[in-house]
């Protein structure tokens, strides 16, 4: 499974930004995967935003993050989104998007990561 992310930019504090990851390739159908999002800032390790499950029944959001960002998937379109209102400049992160086996296990272990996505946020 090939992801590709998009979306990122550069934009104040209090704008929104929409990331979009899609899916290719001939492994396993994209349903097989709950698929998520994480990000990783200057200094830091990559840590946990959010996850959705193959249906989208089941979500999992970061603490830093609820309420302000929503997750979810488009199976026609084999994309996942990430749309990031209220943003902070301590959202200031490279955003990767990542495939698992559940939206609860992809919290923690990604079977495929995609390239990460620039988001800076201005105070």
């Known amino acids: 499974v090939q992801l590709q992310a998009s979306g990122g930019g550069l934009v104040q504090a209090g704008d929104s930004l929409r990331l979009s990851c899609t899916a290719s390739g001939r492994s396993a159908s994209f349903t097989t995967y709950a698929m998520g999002w994480f990000r990783q800032a200057p200094g830091k390790e990559r840590e946990f935003v959010s996850t959705?499950?193959?249906?989208?029944?089941?979500?999992f959001y970061a603490d830093s993050v609820r309420g302000r960002f929503t997750i979810s998937r488009d199976n026609a379109k084999n994309t996942v989104h990430l749309q990031m209102d209220a943003l902070e400049h301590e959202d200031t992160a490279v955003y990767y998007c990542?495939?698992?086996?559940?939206?609860?296990?992809?919290?923690?272990?990604?079977?495929?990561w995609g390239q990460g996505t620039q988001v800076t946020v201005s105070s």
């Open positions: 959705v499950s193959w249906n989208s029944a089941t979500t």
């Open positions: 990542a495939a698992g086996g559940s939206a609860s296990s992809l919290r923690s272990r990604a079977d495929y």
